[in-house]
């Protein structure tokens, strides 16, 4: 099978949103008036990312999860994807595989596909995503405030933690597997959070390098220090059993691939910020507040600081 009839086969899809999709030499798209456009681009790299034998549907499915992520942080709306692929070989059940994937995640979420790049090389996959978003109304890094809670969606750790036993660093119950695995191999990126955030939130990013490192850019940004609550932070119960062992705790403050969304907020948006958790139906947590000066506290249930590696994961260190 050529190029060609690869990409009509496995990645035309109908794109009735925008003004000229996938087959000319660049789409034409169109931002809802007074908008702008949030742009973001994310890799997959084959033996970085994940292993070469990883399940094909759920590859496809995070693929476009982690843009998804990013621009749910931004508070931005999910409008197109490109899709630049680099395959060492057209495997055409693993593209029918990787493309179903990709496929029922983004219609999930409105995104149509519009264009990309195929070559052979070794496998790689790299998605840039476009959203939309009102421009005073976009989440950025830098608002956070003084006084601000901190809160994050769902739990943390689980993706790190059932990497950890993959890589055979912890070895855990079938039952524990279970319940942490899909937040590793099939994450639900917040996109539906990040909008009702919107004149809500005073910054937000999504971990995807783990809590203390992303929060530590929100940090940076907005030129302020936070004090966490270990013991508030939301974990699955098999987290909360191991929670003192040094890798767990590793797992859940440093681990990779959480892919929730890390915000801050006004005191004074508890309430509504409790609505949303419940008409979402996502968990939303307060796990300490920001305070003046530079860098980042964890406390113990006794108020201890804890030592904590804080760096996440960085190519090249
Ligand atoms: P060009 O040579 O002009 O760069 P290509 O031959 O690379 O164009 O691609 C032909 C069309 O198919 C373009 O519209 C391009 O955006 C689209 N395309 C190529 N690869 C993919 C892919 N993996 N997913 C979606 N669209 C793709
Ligand atoms: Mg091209």
């Not at 292993?51 to 693929?63: N, R």
């Not at 790190?160 to 695995?181: F, K, M, N, T, W």
């Not at 995807?208 to 490192?213: H, I, K, N, V, W």
């Not at 947590?285 to 590696?309: F, H, M, Q, S, Y």
Request: aromatic content about 6%; some cysteine; hydrophobic content about 45%.
């Amino acid at each position: 099978m050529g190029e060609f009839d690869l990409i009509k086969r496995y990645f035309t899809r109908a794109t009735p949103s925008a003004l000229l999709g996938i087959g000319d030499d660049a789409a034409l798209l169109r931002v809802n008036p007074g908008n702008v456009l949030a742009v973001s681009t994310d890799m997959l790299v084959c033996g970085t990312h994940f292993l070469p034998d990883a399940d094909p549907f759920l590859l496809g499915h995070k693929t476009l999860a982690v843009n998804l992520s990013d621009l749910a942080a931004m508070g931005a709306e999910p409008r197109w994807a490109v899709l630049a692929i680099a395959l060492p070989e057209a495997d055409e059940a693993w593209l029918a595989q990787f493309s179903a994937g990709f496929f029922a995640l983004a219609q999930q979420h409105g995104v149509e596909l519009v264009g990309g790049d195929t070559t052979r090389g070794p496998l790689n996959l790299c998605v840039t995503i476009f959203g939309d978003v009102p421009a005073q109304q976009a989440l950025r890094r830098s608002g956070a405030q003084v006084g601000d809670d901190i809160w994050v969606s769902g739990r943390l750790g689980d993706a790190a933690l059932a990497l950890a036993h993959l890589q055979g660093r912890i070895v855990l119950p079938d039952e524990e597997i279970d319940s942490c695995a899909p937040a590793l191999h099939q994450p639900q990126p917040r996109v539906a959070l990040g909008l009702a955030l919107r004149g809500i939130a005073s910054s937000a990013i999504d971990i995807s390098d783990g809590l203390l490192a992303d929060l530590g850019h929100i940090l940076d940004a907005s030129q302020v220090g936070a004090e966490i609550d270990f013991a508030a932070l939301p974990l699955s119960p098999s987290m909360q059993a191991h929670a003192a062992q040094p890798l767990v705790r590793q797992c859940i403050l440093a681990g990779g691939d959480d892919y929730e969304l890390c915000f801050t907020a006004p005191a004074a948006r508890h309430e509504e910020l409790a609505d949303i958790a419940a008409r979402l139906d996502v968990p939303l947590t307060r796990i300490g507040k920001v305070v003046a000066g530079r860098g980042c506290i964890v406390r113990d249930a006794a108020g201890n600081p804890l030592n904590v590696e804080t760096g996440g994961y960085e190519h090249f260190r």
